[in-house]
């Protein structure tokens, strides 16, 4: 009896295509985007954090931070903006420019080497009169600044040690109360003698010297947020927007599937044999979708006022407009799975694996910035990663409409074209 009850619980689990899809595929979709996201991630523990480096000092010292900040693995450092195809390349990043790069999301974070670094660019303590470098910081990624910080101080370490030791023979003197002729003598010999093996050998020191950031503070930083600091909760339009989006794919799939049991119990016949056409049927369902996620996320958002803080009131035209692109192409997307899907449980399955998929590498379960590269980029062809920079353009960076055109173009389009094709797909009930 025991084997009956498994060898019938099999077959009806291979009946069940749906059932199937959701118990095998969607476990190894997962599994495979997790382990592309977190397998990336070499013994740094994090993909690569891109940092504009500016140089207002044109030291040797500071030319050769900036060199080594630029061959550091775990950074990205950029002195430039990158060159567009067919024109000449731009020019180094400013202290404003760099400022306003950050604003806008080309990068997390920007060190600002200031004038007279040179003249005294580390210290053993604090206090003295080393120039501090400025560190501008966008909040909304938190562990970039603590990264290229503690990065900062590890390239100090392994590309100026002669500069450690002048300054450790100062301390040095300082403390033991002066040096004889012969013994300083002696020393600046060693110390000469050191710097010559390090330009033989190149500038970056020796491979040993790597061991990370042990000793804090050799360079003066000083952290300075130029994103959101006046605001309360910052982060909870990030989240508003990446969860409302995901659960506004599985209601616009649900909403869609109303074409299906039409379709099944003879209602669409019906419909059909009128003066209503297929487009004309499509596109109100599709209005009807449109319009119950934009109230969706309405009331997602007017929540997050309510209890979260959110500065939703003093963003109103952004987020309607970023609210009506995001429904209308979760809304087109609801009528293309309904049209492929010839029953329910294949609209579940599919609906389920496809949506679920999306939210993961779009953003809406793990923050995009902390993804690798390859994973961002397959990311940009889900509606949650545009519809997550366009919330986040509003309510994060305070831009103007005009901004979200790459976002809004994106959604509409797409939008557009999964209407055309899901268009295509209902011919079936057409010629049925």
């Not at 069940?16 to 740094?44: E, N, Y």
Request: proline share 5%; hydrophobic share 50%; charged share 20%.
């Amino acid at each position: 009896m025991i084997f009956a009850i498994v060898r019938n619980g099999i077959r009806a689990l291979r009946r069940d295509r749906a059932a199937l899809i959701l118990s095998f595929v969607l476990p190894i979709a997962f599994f495979s985007i997790f382990a592309a996201v977190f397998g990336g991630m070499r013994s740094t523990g994090m993909p690569r954090v891109s940092v504009l480096v500016v140089d207002e000092d044109h030291s040797p010292a500071s030319e050769r931070l900036v060199g080594a900040l630029g061959r550091e693995t775990s950074l990205a450092a950029k002195t430039r903006p990158d060159a567009k195809k067919g024109e000449p390349n731009p020019a180094d990043y400013t202290a404003a420019t760099a400022e306003a790069a950050v604003k806008q999301g080309a990068a997390p974070v920007a060190l600002i080497i200031p004038k007279g670094f040179g003249d005294s660019p580390i210290s053993f303590g604090p206090g003295g009169n080393r120039k501090a470098i400025a560190l501008l910081n966008d909040p909304s990624d938190p562990v970039a600044a603590q990264v290229v910080s503690g990065m900062l101080q590890k390239v100090v370490m392994t590309t100026m040690p002669d500069t450690m030791a002048d300054v450790g023979m100062k301390y040095f003197e300082q403390s033991s109360g002066g040096l004889t002729p012969g013994q300083r003598k002696n020393i600046e010999g060693s110390l000469a003698q050191f710097r010559d093996e390090l330009k033989r050998r190149g500038e970056g020191g020796s491979p040993a010297a790597n061991r990370g950031n042990d000793f804090g503070g050799l360079v003066a930083v000083e952290v300075r947020n130029i994103v959101g600091e006046k605001k309360r909760s910052p982060m909870i339009s990030f989240y508003a927007a990446g969860i409302g989006v995901m659960f506004l794919l599985f209601t616009a799939s649900g909403a869609g599937g109303s074409l299906l049991d039409e379709a099944e119990c003879g209602a669409l016949d019906r419909v059909l044999s009128g003066r209503v056409t297929m487009t004309t049927l499509l596109a109100g369902k599709m209005a009807y979708s449109t319009l119950l996620a934009c109230s969706q996320l309405t009331v997602m958002f007017l929540w997050g006022a309510a209890l979260f803080h959110l500065d939703l009131f003093t963003h109103l035209p952004g987020f309607i407009v970023m609210t009506v692109a995001t429904s209308f192409a979760v809304a087109s997307f609801g009528m293309l799975l309904a049209s492929v899907s010839h029953t329910r449980a294949q609209l579940a399955a599919l609906g389920t694996l496809i949506i679920l998929t999306m939210s993961a590498v779009g953003g809406s379960m793990f923050p995009r910035f902390l993804m690798p590269e390859a994973m961002k980029k397959v990311g940009l062809f889900t509606f949650n990663a545009w519809a997550i920079d366009g919330y986040t353009k509003v309510f994060w960076r305070d831009e103007p409409i005009w901004n979200l055109w790459p976002q809004v173009a994106f959604l509409l389009g797409s939008g557009l074209v999964l209407f055309a094709m899901a268009r295509r797909f209902a011919r079936r009930w057409e010629y049925a």
